[in-house]
Structure formats: structure tokens, C-alpha cells
């Protein structure tokens, strides 16, 4: 069995849903060196997520983030942790919703994701910093 594993820091995104799987397929070239395995990846931060989704139709990300803010509101008036601004709570709301981490199969040497799906880096704050993803990949 090998194990690779790679920190990378995304580029600042604004708030929404954002496609990040070239980048962490750019992140970990020694993916190709597994026939069958597994990648986790997992975002060190409270406030973003990851999700796995469609991938053609950028219409589909837009309609997260309006459906992620009408659902988990900002401004609600039983927040108390308000002190790091109103997108700061529902951020750490959406961010568990989603979940911090995802899996994907490893076939080949590539991510064996369906035609149409895409690993989202979902940032829930107004303005972040680049997000760091611990990549781990492991298999035969």
C-alpha cells in the first residue's frame, strides 16, 4: 500500500461554490502512481467546506449559494456569536452541513468521479483567505 499526502493553499475565491478538482489533481501528481485507491480531501478551516457536484452547469453552483442563504440566513437574531461580522456564524453553520471532507476513488490514476461531477470548494465567508486542503491518497 502507498500513501501520499500534500497541503496546498487554494487562491482567495469569493463567496460561493467553486469547482477545485484540476487543482488538486495538479496538487498531487502521485495519484497516477495508484491503480486503486482512495483520495480524501479535507479543508482545514471552519467557515468553508467541500461537496461533490455537478460540474457542467456553473447555474447549479449559483442556486447552492442562493439555497445556502435563504436556508442559513445572515443576521439572525438569535446568533450570538456575531463578534467577526454576519456572515461569520452561518458560515460555520453551512460549513457542518457540508462537511470538511470528501473521498473519492481512485481508478487508474485518476479520480473516478462521475461524468458530470466535480469537487466544489464551498467558501461561506465574504472575504477569505486562500484555503488550505490536506490531500491524502492512498491505495495499491
Not at 475565491?13 to 498531487?28: N, P, Q, S, W
Not at 442556486?63 to 463578534?83: G, L
Not at 458560515?91 to 468521479?113: C, E, F, R, W, Y
Request: glycine share 6%; net charge neutral; with cysteine.
Amino acid at each position: 500500500m502507498k500513501f501520499y499526502q500534500a497541503e496546498v493553499r487554494l487562491r482567495p475565491r469569493k463567496r460561493g461554490f467553486h469547482i477545485v478538482t484540476d487543482e488538486i489533481m495538479e496538487a498531487l501528481p502521485q495519484i497516477s502512481k495508484i491503480k486503486t485507491g482512495i483520495i480524501q480531501v479535507f479543508v482545514k478551516h471552519t467557515s468553508a467546506s467541500l461537496t461533490i457536484n455537478e460540474n457542467a452547469d456553473p447555474t447549479v453552483r449559483l442556486d447552492f449559494e442562493s439555497h445556502f442563504n435563504k436556508m442559513v440566513p445572515e443576521n439572525a437574531p438569535y446568533y450570538v456569536h456575531t463578534y467577526e461580522g454576519p456572515d461569520d456564524m452561518p458560515a460555520h453553520i453551512k460549513a457542518s452541513v457540508l462537511d470538511s471532507s470528501v473521498q473519492v476513488p481512485i481508478t487508474d490514476g485518476k479520480m473516478n468521479l462521475g461524468i458530470w461531477q466535480g469537487i466544489y470548494l464551498c467558501e461561506h465567508r465574504n472575504h477569505a483567505s486562500g484555503r488550505k486542503l490536506v490531500l491524502t491518497v492512498f491505495g495499491e
